[in-house]
């Protein structure tokens, strides 16, 4: 794709910027830029072209949740990990509690909503949370090169300040055996995790590593095995944009994974990754401008698996 097609399709979705707003139940990402638009294509090639805002640092939020899985499904092995959480769609919000408790004997639906994050961020190996923490970060350099990609301190704040219905998740759990291991611990490790900062040329770059089945670019190689990588990409397709996934699923076809403070990654298999910021968000958690940006994408480029 040249850069003059993307930046046209830049330019035609400025307009959306408009729609939705900021996330602001985490009070720090209320002090989001809204005109922030940008999008990164990193293709098989290793051609990497940006456009608009694409080196602004924003936090990855819910978009670390493919991150927790792939370290939990490293770590265990898919047949443990998915005995505690599931592979269904929720169809509900991100944050919901009510179906915790009444569906799939109190097992979260699935690792990219709120509940299956937390559970699937207990699982994760290390003596402490410094060690699972930087253990993700290492993981993420590897792939991004990008040394900056690390906490974002008053994000985290903000998000353990203000995370009660996220420890209400995770106490639900515990209480049910979901989560075996230390709660504090989980949860620290999970606000840390989503509030860790990215550039859309980042999520393009993870984005182009599971494209590629697991394989890194470069002396950064870092390899995850297939087999994960089919998970993730699964669970992507089915649930990585919350109650909205089916309608994208339809329109974009491609799976992605959202975060509230509008980033997505979307992976094209054996061709490319994106990486989309636009920070106003809709009612579902999802960036509309960044929406309307990929649905493009994928219309143009005849992305759509079907
Ligand atoms: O726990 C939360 O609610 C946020 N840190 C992450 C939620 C999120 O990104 C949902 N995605 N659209």
Redesign the pocket.
Known sequence: MKRDELEEILEANRYYIRGGKL?N??PELANANPNTLGITIAYSNGEIISVGNCEEMFTI???SKIISLIMALQDHGHEKVFSIVGMESSGEP??SVSELETKESHKPLNPLI?AGAIAVASMIKGQNVNERFSKVCQFLYRITGNENVTLNRRVYES?RET?D??RSLAYFMKSTGVIKSDVEEALDL??RL??ISVTCSDLAKIGLFLAMGGIGQGSQLKKVSPEIVQFVLSIMLTAGM?NQSGECMMKIGVPAK????GGILAVAPNQMGIGIIGPS?ND???SIAGLKILEDISRRYKLHLF
Do not use: L, P
């Open positions: 996330a139940y985490i939020q819910s978009i991100f944050n709120n998000e995370g219905r996220n999970y606000f989503c509030s919350y959202s975060g509230v403070s968000i579902k958690g999802n």
